[in-house]
């Protein structure tokens, strides 16, 4: 994580899901393959399977030391302080072994920076990466109320256009054929609240995404994934 609060909320989140992995399959696991060994700030065990879960601070001199990682999740990497490409080589370092996954996610934060370069890099088929982009509507909570005059201003009709071609040129069967009144509805209440950073907080396209990087961007559900 770029910061300390998160990194705690992350564990804690992680921390909680194993608590409750539903009944008793959850109960066998806890007890078997998945039962914690020591704890230490931040950290699970796992002796069973001699494996380590951790979550560290970007910044932090320690992150990435003392361990060999068979997975790597950086998280809100555009937001990232201090050196990020030492940070990462650190890191990359210690992704060792034939099966390991790297994955590298962000909410758009400016047009330049590390997480632009390794995206627009991955996106132009330059690096060992696969790009992918999640616009606002793959979030299935994105609705609200449609009023009973609803009608499309003529703004919404070419997003519904570039949304239909954006699916006729990557079809997406999870997703509704064509943008609905809600999402519509939900649109138009983000769009009255964040009026021009709509584009940054919810982003509708790769490009437009990354935006002026002196913004400061503080809610969003959308990530661009390396």
């Avoid at 699916?167 to 009144?181: D, F, G, S």
Wanted: contains cysteine.
């Amino acid at each position: 994580a770029h910061e300390q609060k998160p990194a705690e909320d992350y564990f804690e989140q992680i921390h909680t899901a194993w608590g409750w992995l539903p009944g008793k399959l959850g109960e066998v696991l806890r007890a078997g393959a998945l039962r914690q060994g020591k704890a230490n700030v931040r950290e699970m065990y796992f002796p069973e399977m001699n494996s380590h879960f951790q979550v560290a601070t970007a910044g932090a001199a320690a992150a990435g030391l003392g361990l060999n990682y068979q997975y790597l999740h950086c998280t809100e990497f555009s937001r990232w302080g201090g050196d990020v490409k030492q940070t990462m080589a650190t890191l990359t370092s210690h992704l060792v072994g034939q099966r390991t996954e790297q994955v590298i996610e962000s909410r758009p934060h400016g047009d330049s920076g590390e997480f632009h370069e390794r995206y627009w890099k991955a996106r132009r088929g330059e690096s060992d990466f696969c790009a992918h982009f999640y616009p606002w509507w793959w979030n299935p909570g994105h609705v609200a109320a449609v009023p009973r005059n609803f009608s499309l201003t003529e703004e919404e009709r070419s997003l519904c256009r570039r949304y239909q071609a954006q699916l006729a040129e990557r079809p997406t069967p999870c997703l509704q054929p064509r943008l609905t009144a809600g999402q519509l509805m939900w649109r138009r209440g983000q769009a009255t609240e964040l009026a021009d950073l709509l584009g940054q907080e919810f982003a509708e396209d790769e490009a437009a995404c990354f935006l002026g990087s002196s913004v400061e961007k503080s809610k969003s559900d959308v990530k661009v994934n390396v």
